[in-house]
């Protein structure tokens, strides 16, 4: 039986999976299915049309690009769901490759540019403290995506004392950052993404913060203690 310490964890562990289980289905459901079907919908006009021996004039061409936009988003949003559940080799790559090879699959599957910077000599973390920057990053990236409005975020890795630092910023959109901690942190569904870095990181011994506001980007920043 695991002492009472270790099964607190994993049990908050597993939450955090099924919560972050549950977001993805939401989002491939309400973004790349709904835009599928919307294709759908319109290559069946196209093909009534066409069914009945008429020409294709530019609003039918315009039907056609939008279809080809709806099917090149879907990709992109299916692949960027898919790429949650193929981690890099955690336990024999450094935290700074296991950062970049995230950042370039974030590039290649949306477009997006993403401007890294790693500062000095980056101490060594748990596996552990690895794969929960990994998957924080990996869910603020997609967040900006989905939600900021531009195609472009800064990443930053640095180290002060016996703790690693990293931060991702945008200059998106911004909203209004809920309470994540103490007797009003939310639980709200659109929230799960936001819980899931908050868990991660307290697992691990290490802070999250996170700065928005509507019209003004956002910022998140998360510490986690270097292996000793």
Same mark, same amino acid.
């Given at each position: ?18 919560? #972050?289980?549950? =977001?993805?289905? +939401? ?8 835009? /599928?079907?919307? !294709? &759908? %919908? ?78 000095? #000599?980056?101490? =060594?973390?748990? +596996? ?8 924080? /990053?990996?869910? !603020? &990236? %997609? ?86």
């Amino acid at each position: 039986m695991l002492p009472p310490d270790e099964h607190l964890a994993a049990h908050r562990i597993l939450a955090v999976t099924e919560e #972050e289980l549950q =977001r993805i289905i +939401l989002n491939i459901h309400d973004g790349p299915v709904q835009k /599928l079907f919307a !294709a &759908l %919908s319109q290559l069946n006009l196209l093909q009534a049309h066409a069914g009945r021996g008429r020409l294709l004039d530019d609003e039918w061409f315009e039907r056609l690009n939008r279809v080809s936009n709806l099917l090149e988003t879907s990709l992109a949003e299916i692949k960027v769901s898919l790429g949650t559940f193929r981690p890099p080799e955690f336990a024999r790559r450094d935290i700074v490759s296991v950062i970049e090879g995230l950042i370039i699959q974030h590039e290649e599957f949306t477009g997006c540019r993403v401007d890294f910077e790693s500062q000095g #000599e980056i101490p =060594r973390v748990s +596996l552990a403290a690895k794969i929960a920057l990994y998957r924080i /990053l990996q869910e !603020a &990236l %997609s967040n900006v995506y989905r939600h900021a409005g531009v195609e472009r975020a800064s990443v930053r890795l640095s180290a002060e004392g016996r703790r690693v630092r990293l931060e991702a910023a945008d200059d998106g959109r911004g909203f209004t950052p809920p309470p994540l901690v103490g007797p009003e942190a939310t639980e709200r569904v659109e929230h799960i993404g936001l819980r899931g870095m908050r868990e991660r990181v307290s697992l691990v011994g290490g802070t999250f913060a996170i700065e928005s506001a509507p019209g003004a980007g956002t910022r998140i920043v998360v510490e986690v203690p270097a292996d000793e």
